[in-house]
Nanobody, 121 residues
Framework: QVQLAESGGGLVQAGDSLRLSCEVSGSIFRINVMGWYRQAPGKQRELVAAITSGGSPNYADSVKGRFTISRDNAKRTVYLQMNSLKPEDTAVYYC???????????????WGQGTQVTVSS
């Protein structure tokens, strides 16, 4: 019932920018923490950035100063603005949300299907 849909990925050159979006749909009471993860070939999935319902962000050291996470609670959407992209940023980027569904006694974690970001030299 709860679904996450990412968009905004693509092929860019080093130094370019992209903005990823993730919209949450379904019967929802509250969305708590939302975040972006990424997974490159041969590597484990890692946290890129997360943001609380109140707008407090956290970032991986590798993206601090380059990426910015934000959210629009009215639109149920989280964004990731990626500037000064590097080839090592190449990965599939996944949206994640901790959701308290309507008529539910607990929260549950949901993932999007991912969007490809490729950065060439």
């Amino acid at each position: 019932q709860v679904q996450l849909a990412e968009s905004g990925g693509g092929l860019v050159q080093a130094g370019d920018s992209l903005r990823l979006s993730c919209e949450v749909s379904g019967s929802i009471f509250r969305i708590n923490v939302m975040g972006w993860y990424r997974q490159a070939p041969g590597k484990q999935r890692e946290l890129v950035a997360a943001i609380t319902s109140g707008g407090s962000p956290n970032y991986a050291d590798s993206v601090k100063g380059r990426f910015t996470i934000s959210r629009d609670n009215a639109k149920r959407t989280v964004y990731l603005q990626m500037n000064s992209l590097k080839p090592e940023d190449t990965a599939v980027y996944y949206c994640n949300a901790d959701v308290w569904a309507a008529i539910s006694s607990r929260t549950a974690n949901y993932w999007g299907q991912g969007t490809q970001v490729t950065v060439s030299s």
